[in-house]
């Protein structure tokens, strides 16, 4: 349950003529507004940007599925040069239409096998301000690097750890969550089992939040969410990705029943399904009862997203399905806690709760 003890801080962030939505949020009224939906305790939590440790208040909006740059074309050929994203200059460009809508943190899910490069996202968030936290772990069976199948999970497991920890090889720059790792459509295979299970050690050691890819949105969300629970991980901890593009939230309601975040974060992928599929699905997850366990995200990974080839760009979920929300009488304060709160809590852990051998 959503607690709003100062409706006056909250008013003032959602604003009623422009919208919060286009007032950069940020500094003390976040900390306040946050700090009073909290039933856990931001003061004892951290968040691991690429640039260091941040409070979780400092998120503020927040995209937790994003790729600011990646190169995927190896493994998707038929996109071909469409999933290669490499100019700082034009992401400079494009992430202002985040940021000049109140947006403050993306949370990058890149791994290794589609062109995770930690430096790059160091300059990046220098360059624009923005916070950015980086996943850490392996993408997807088609594309696993042999490290998986030469070492055990428990050896990948103490990969995750470091990365976490310490850093990325010798870079000192850290991972602040674990995935996207994912699975394919029909069944897991060993070696995502493997790396399943090597995500689930590697949370439990450090606390961090594990997030998932689905195969055409949710296919073996259920199977991931076993694994993981018999692999001991707090359900809790996990976000499913990918889910809100099926008719209906009777897809949705047994997978939210499990506990874990639903990351509906395929907003603006109008190939897939109409917008309004999105919009009632996440309407009627509010009202079901899990506005606490909601994220939204438009998972940009083409160059064909981005505004200046007239694609969606990163101002599509605040300018554009925000509204559809409220038009299905999702709330200021529900939005609020979906796009700032949720993601606080998904991507802090608590302070000095892990340690690296
Ligand atoms: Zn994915």
């Not at 995770?116 to 088609?142: A, H, K």
Request: with cysteine; glycine share 10%; hydrophobic share 40%.
């Amino acid at each position: 349950m959503l607690i709003l003890q100062d409706r006056t801080t909250i008013k003032h962030l959602c604003g009623q003529e422009q919208g919060w939505l286009n007032t950069p949020i940020c500094g003390t009224d976040t900390i306040a507004a946050g700090e009073r939906t909290l039933s856990d305790n931001w003061d004892s939590r951290e968040v691991i940007t690429v640039q260091g440790v941040i409070r979780p208040e400092e998120m503020g909006v927040t995209y937790p599925h994003e790729h600011l740059f990646l190169d995927a074309m190896d493994h998707y050929s038929s996109y071909g040069y469409q999933l290669v994203i490499d100019d700082e200059d034009v992401m400079a460009q494009e992430i202002l239409e985040f940021t000049t809508r109140g947006g403050r943190t993306i949370c990058d899910v890149t791994l290794d096998e589609i062109g995770r490069d930690p430096e790059r996202l160091v300059r990046f968030s220098r360059r624009t301000g923005i916070n950015v936290v980086m996943g850490c772990g392996w993408y997807r069976d088609f594309g696993y690097p042999p490290i998986v199948a030469e070492k055990t999970s428990c050896e990948l497991a103490e990969v995750l750890v470091r990365e976490i920890e310490n850093g990325v090889g010798d870079t000192g720059i850290r991972a602040g969550f674990i995935g996207e790792i994912g699975t394919g459509r029909h069944h897991v295979s060993p070696a995502e089992e493997r790396v399943f299970r090597a995500a689930a050690l590697a949370q439990a050691r450090t606390g961090v939040v594990i997030s998932t890819h689905t195969t055409r949105w949710g296919t073996l969300a259920m199977e991931q969410i076993a694994m993981l629970e018999e692999f001991g991980t707090d359900l809790s901890r996990v976000i499913i990705g990918h889910l809100g593009d099926r008719v209906g939230v009777k897809n949705l309601l047994p997978i939210a029943a499990r506990g874990v975040y639903m990351e509906v974060d395929n907003i603006g992928y109008l190939d897939y399904q109409p917008e309004y599929v999105r919009a009632d699905n996440v309407a009627a997850l509010v009202k079901e009862g899990f506005v606490q366990r909601v994220l939204l995200s438009e998972d940009i990974c083409m160059l064909n997203h981005l505004k200046y080839t007239g694609g969606k760009g990163y101002g599509y979920l605040l300018e554009t399905f925000v509204p559809l929300l409220r038009e299905r009488s999702v709330t200021d304060e529900q939005i609020y806690q979906m796009m700032v709160v949720n993601p606080a809590n998904a991507f802090s852990r608590r302070r000095h709760d892990s340690c690296i051998s």
